[in-house]
């Protein structure tokens, strides 16, 4: 009876430890992804301007093993046109960041103006990894949501749907990815289960929007400014040409004027009335101090059209460095990463 008991113990147990086994391989099955990024993340030993990235980025722990596992590059241009050159790049814009082949490359920007935008540029990609990393079933279901909400989104702001704009041409599910981006680094407010979803990863989301609104913030208020300039520029154009004729016209008349006077008085017609002579001589100095007064005029609106023209080409000079800045220079893409 005791061996038969012992038996049955024994299957029980075994039993009892298949099952074990079963479920710890279900969950490492389940949770392969997780405990790849952990491997990848301890093993990756960063540089002290990832380091210092990551602190700035303030994520959560999750957050963190996603981004040390993508084992994220800080390169100049050379390598990470490398890295970076099967990257699709919107017309007139720049690649500063890609997630390709499971790693994340950033370019280099050491501009103080520009303090911030590899900050949010590494959100951006973290964030494609991230949108990576979703089982299919679980992905699809949250473009889905994630689509409706843009259509909410978008109808409130302009920007947000004109920035979308050139991501058009992408396939649906890879505007849905840009889209997961965009709105996690650069849209302040957002429904509760998406500041839900990115605080998975971010600690406080707001601090990398604001770094976002500082840098393009500049650009915004330099292209403000350049097309306040502009209008002020053809608006003094068209005011100084009106003028500028008039005055002419004015001056031609003045001196069809004078020479008359000066023909009848040459010819002493004034002789038996000095009072019209004084009456013309009156109204044609008065005439010349207007002409002079509207000459110092319109050479005030020239002066007032060059120095502005000056600043519009200084804001044109500085948003050319600026540019130049951020421009990577990447060579002719190839097959597509996500930026």
Partial sequence: MATGKRRVLARIGWTIATVLILVIAVTAYINRQQISD??????????????????????????????????????????????????????????????????????EVTDERLDGIVEVTAAHELLHATHARMR?????????????????????????????????????????NELHSVLGTEVADLPEWL???YARWFEDRSQIVALFNDYHGL??????????????????????????AAYSAAVDAFN?????????????????????FNRIMSDLEQRRLALDTELA?????????DEKRARL????????????????GL????DRAEE
């Fill in 195 to 197: 500041e839900e979803h």
């Fill in 136 to 176: 299919e079933s679980e992905r699809q279901e949250f473009d889905r949501r994630l689509e409706q909400e843009y259509e909410t989104l978008a109808q409130n702001d302009p920007a947000l749907a004109a920035r979308m704009q050139v991501y058009e041409g992408l396939s649906r599910s890879g505007f849905a």
């Fill in 256 to 276: 069809v004027d004078a020479r008359e006077f000066k023909r009848r008085n040459e010819n002493f017609e004034f002789s038996s009335n000095i009072e019209e």
């Fill in 38 to 107: 952990r491997i990848a993340a301890a093993g990756f030993d960063a540089p002290p301007a990832i380091t210092q990235l990551a602190d700035r980025l303030d994520l959560t722990e999750a957050g963190s093993i996603v981004f040390f596992a993508t084992q994220p590059t800080l390169e100049s241009s050379q390598h990470f046109n490398e890295q970076c050159s099967r990257v699709d790049h919107v017309d007139g814009g720049h690649v500063l960041g890609c997630f390709s082949d499971g790693n994340i490359h950033l370019f």
């Fill in 331 to 334: 060579a002719p893409p190839g």
């Fill in 313 to 328: 080409e200084e804001i044109g000079q500085t948003s050319a460095d600026l540019d130049q800045q951020i421009d990577s």
């Fill in 219 to 244: 650009f915004v208020a330099l292209q403000q400014e350049a097309d306040a300039l502009t209008a002020e520029l053809e608006a003094i154009r068209a005011d100084v040409e009106q003028r500028n």
């Fill in 297 to 305: 005029a319109i050479q005030a609106e020239v002066a007032r059209f």
